[in-house]
């Protein structure tokens, strides 16, 4: 030997370096790939998971929107339905306003018709008592001209009283 290489040792040295190279392969190698291999799986099905879940929430959001806008769209319409009941109502009240109103104008109008009507019978009455009245007094006095002119002046003041019942009976 003349390095004093013993093949033997070297042999064994080998031997002992592939048992202990597949025992830690065994023990170390194999155990650690496997824990990194179902870490990387786990950290993926998480990133999936976290991506589905993030889809649904979007795709809810989505729907949550949509059924917003239409229950939007169901509260304008309905308002809209309320508006038009409401202004219906309205023009039904203004209508039966407007009736009762003419109602009571013709009323007050017949009422006022038949008060016209009743002074200018209370006038005429008076008028033919006074005319009566005058014809006695003519018939009685000797001057008839003394007589006319008290005619006259009494049928003038009735003229006047009439005219002014008139107006008051008219303005009623």
Known sequence: MPLNID?????????????LFAGLWLLLYKPVRNFMQKRNEEYENRDSEAERKQKEASELRAQYEQKLADADAEIE??????????DDYAARRKNAAQEEADGILARARENAAREKEKSVRDARRE???LAAEATEKLALRESASEAFDQFLDAAE????????????????
């Open 7 to 19: 093949w033997q040792q070297i042999l064994l040295h080998l031997l002992n370096f592939v048992i």
């Open 77 to 86: 319409a309905k308002r809209a339905d309320v508006r038009k009941e409401l």
């Open 127 to 129: 008028i033919s008592e």
């Open 157 to 172: 003041a009735q003229e006047k009283e009439s005219k002014a019942q008139e107006k008051t009976g008219g303005n009623e």
